[in-house]
């Protein structure tokens, strides 16, 4: 089971913002990021707990292992505001509940 | 570039079945897996399952087992997933996406499909 947390924030253009996720047992460095924006599909930010995939923004950057992880987000960007997705792969796929990042 | 289109929205009626394609460009087909996850209306994502485009075996979540079957044909670099014994519960959003990573450093879901809305109706 991952947890998120906040399930909802509200930050302003040029804000960092932090989301943490946490899974119920160790699954190492198993955990994904991914960002959702409304009517579009998942698009994965971060693999692997820290690799940026290519392509994303310098701006997302993410850490952790064992139980908790977090992703950071500095210098907040319009396209920014949607939704994030932690996701485990060490025991079959499992996506936490989601954090809600709206413009306050 | 690399993409995976999905098939069109369904509606179907409750205890029917409905099955989407998910066709593959830009990259060879059979050097990723694919997944299957979807999206109820509000909520979160929840994994299906995945087949290994070349061997073709499948692995399901326990959820689903004996309602999904997720197949492939490298011919047409098209995966599909069927879903029988709709509910209502099961109207949702469903997305195909490629399997990256490896069992040592985990794996991820780098591209996904354009999704496919799955409308359930008396």
């Known amino acids: 089971q991952m947890t998120q947390s906040p399930t909802s924030l509200s930050a302003s253009v040029g804000d960092t913002i932090i989301i943490t996720c946490r899974a119920s047992q160790n699954i190492n460095t198993f955990l994904n990021w991914y960002q959702q924006t409304p009517g579009n599909a998942p698009k994965l930010l971060i693999y692997?707990?820290?690799n940026l995939q290519s392509g994303v923004p310098s701006r997302f950057s993410a850490s952790g292992s064992g139980t908790i992880f977090t992703l950071t987000v500095t210098s907040l960007q319009p396209e920014d505001f949607g939704f994030y997705f932690c996701?485990?792969?060490?025991?079959?796929?499992?996506f936490g509940q989601g954090t809600k990042v709206d413009i306050k | 570039q690399v993409q995976l289109v999905q098939s069109g929205g369904e509606v179907k009626k409750s205890g029917a079945s409905v099955k989407v394609s998910c066709k593959a460009s830009?990259?060879?087909?059979?050097?990723?897996?694919i997944q299957w996850v979807r999206q109820a209306p509000g909520q979160s994502l929840e994994w299906m399952g995945w087949i290994n485009t070349g061997h073709g075996n499948t692995e399901y979540s326990q959820k689903f087992q004996g309602r999904v079957t997720i197949t492939r044909d490298i011919s047409a670099s098209t995966a599909y997933m069927e879903l029988t014994g709709l509910r209502y519960e099961d109207a949702a959003v469903y997305y195909c996406a490629r399997g990256s990573g490896t069992s040592r450093a985990g794996y991820y879901m780098d591209v996904w499909g354009t999704g496919t809305t799955v409308t359930v109706s008396s």
């Open positions: 996701h485990q792969a060490y025991s079959g796929h499992t």
């Open positions: 830009g990259y060879t087909f059979t050097g990723y897996s």
């Open positions: 692997g707990a820290s």
